[in-house]
């Protein structure tokens, strides 16, 4: 295959003068811009307007607008509907869509199309069949009577308000569309402030759902840095947040929540996610299962594995392989299709990685693979595997978000288990064996939101998804979303 060329409406698109979407129109705004760069050359390819009071309160009087007026009205099959409708504008626009992202993120383009958009649409498809399925439920209370009088009682579920989505920049589709997702099928009104690194295919999917019928107001999208993120959610007329991210900016996030007015908060704080695999996997089958958990896209994703534990009888034939493996990945321009690995998304996460890699030389640990950058432009790493010296060594205590697994030696199950639980994050992690039931009894021993046995990093909307410990608050998808995004309200007659 060959490097791919842009659309010409891609290129139209890259080549507008961006700002933010409210009111169901594109709005230029007047703050000051926001270059948007390509990390696979290191050069702009647009510019986006930083959200201003005034954007903010525009955008926050749409919202409220629409939750009180036309989106209140619309029945809960409609608002199924309209996701629906939306799902399959994104399939025909994939390309399109796929080509932004690649161009802002340096996702390589096959992940575009797979994980980003593919996905984004069945996780639109499941919110619209969840739309029709908020149910309260009828209670007998147990109150006396003393004239005869007798006591029924119900509960409803009821759309919080104005949901702000803050969408971090390593999936800015998939993640934006499961935070508005869960918002328009519960009846609630969204506003995504997407990563001012990778802006516009939220900005281009605003324009395809007003095509798609949802009315101005609903989906709205403000541009800017940190600053439009803190004003959205300490906005009196905003009810809740869900946010991913770090686990810092995370903590920050809920704080402010809770102190501007109790506002609601899901946070999804990723962490550094433990991969441990039994001595029964044979170094073929770890590496294929390493690969997967720790370097789909770069490793820039929060569910990603970045701690792996390997028997002290397998683990040196492992690493040889692995390092094999990494040095077979083909790095290269992200819209090639042919490209296994592509950029760090961005020149300041590119910079942390370095810094990573000097850190692991001046501590003595093994550099098995990799552990440099490469003199070419745009903001390109190896992938790299480093063997830590011993359990409190940073790199393996430390989040990186990016290429770098660190590996450490148990001896036991018992050592494996305690490894797997010596952190204060618990978002993901997975197991690999080929005994189901010592995977199922140690299952309920490891601290995470979500437990894979032997695989990791994929997600599906019916399976809800979020971390414990310092991992985040709240779960999205799966049917556990709707209490997030519902107020519930409980109604006693007497009769």
């Known amino acids: 295959m060959a490097t791919i060329s ?8 890259l080549a507008r003068q961006h700002g933010h979407y409210i009111d169901g129109a594109a709005v230029a705004g007047a703050g000051q811009r926001i270059v948007v760069v390509n990390p696979a050359t290191g050069t702009p390819i647009a510019s986006i307007a930083d ?21 209140a009205r619309t029945p809960p099959a409609e608002r199924g509907n309209v996701l629906l409708r939306l799902a399959d504008l994104l399939l025909k626009h994939r390309e399109e869509l796929a080509q932004i992202e690649t161009s802002q993120s340096g996702k390589t383009i096959q992940i575009s199309r797979a994980f980003e958009v ?26 006396p009577s003393f004239n005869g009088e007798r006591y029924s009682a119900f509960t409803r579920r009821e759309p919080v308000g104005i949901v702000v989505g803050i969408v971090p920049w390593n999936f800015s589709i998939l993640i934006a569309a499961w935070k508005f997702g869960s918002a328009l099928a519960t009846g609630c009104t ?82 550094k996610n433990s991969v441990g695999f039994l001595k029964d996997v044979d170094a073929d089958k ?14 820039q994703v929060c569910a990603a594995g970045e701690r792996f534990f390997l028997h002290r009888s397998r683990i040196d034939e492992t690493l040889e392989k692995l390092s094999k493996a990494l040095a077979d990945l083909r790095i290269g321009d992200p819209l090639d299709e042919d490209t296994q690995f592509g950029p760090l998304s961005n020149k300041a996460h590119f910079d942390k990685i370095n810094q990573f890699f000097a850190q692991a030389r001046s501590e003595g640990n093994t550099i098995v693979y990799g552990g440099q950058a490469l003199e070419r432009p745009g903001y390109f790493v190896t992938p790299t595997a480093i063997r830590v010296n011993n359990a409190q ?32 994050y618990g978002l993901t992690a997975s197991l690999w064996t080929n005994d189901l039931a010592k995977a199922l009894n140690f299952v309920p021993r490891i601290e995470a939101g979500t437990v894979w046995v032997n695989m990791h990093t994929l997600l599906d909307p019916a399976v809800p998804f979020g971390g414990v410990k310092e991992s985040g608050i709240g779960r999205e998808f799966g049917s556990a979303f709707i209490e997030d995004y519902t107020e519930l309200k409980s109604i006693i007659i007497r009769h």
């Open 6 to 13: 842009l659309l010409p409406q891609v290129q139209a698109f």
């Open 51 to 71: 959200a201003t009071d005034a954007d903010v309160d525009a955008a926050v009087a749409s919202s409220l607008k629409a939750f009180h007026g036309d989106w």
């Open 118 to 143: 593919d996905q984004a649409v069945g996780f639109l498809r499941y919110y619209a069949g969840a739309a029709t399925r908020i149910n309260g439920e009828t209670i007998s209370p147990s109150l």
């Open 190 to 271: 969204s506003i995504i402030k997407p990563s001012q690194f990778t802006p516009l295919t939220l900005l281009r999917i605003a324009e395809l759902a007003t095509e798609a019928g949802v009315p101005p107001g609903v989906l709205n999208v403000v541009s800017g840095g940190g600053n439009a993120g803190r004003q959205l959610i300490a906005h009196d007329g905003t009810a809740k947040v869900s946010f991913t991210g770090s686990v810092p900016t995370g903590i920050a996030v809920g704080r402010s929540a809770l102190e501007a007015k109790l506002t609601r908060a899901t946070l999804e704080l990723g962490g």
């Open 286 to 299: 770890a590496v294929a299962g390493i690969l997967e958990a720790g370097f789909i896209h770069q490793g």
């Open 393 to 424: 060594a940073r790199l393996l205590n430390e989040e990186t978000f990016g290429p770098i697994g660190t590996f450490l030696a148990y001896d036991d199950e018992e050592e494996l288990l305690s490894l797997f639980n010596d952190t204060p």
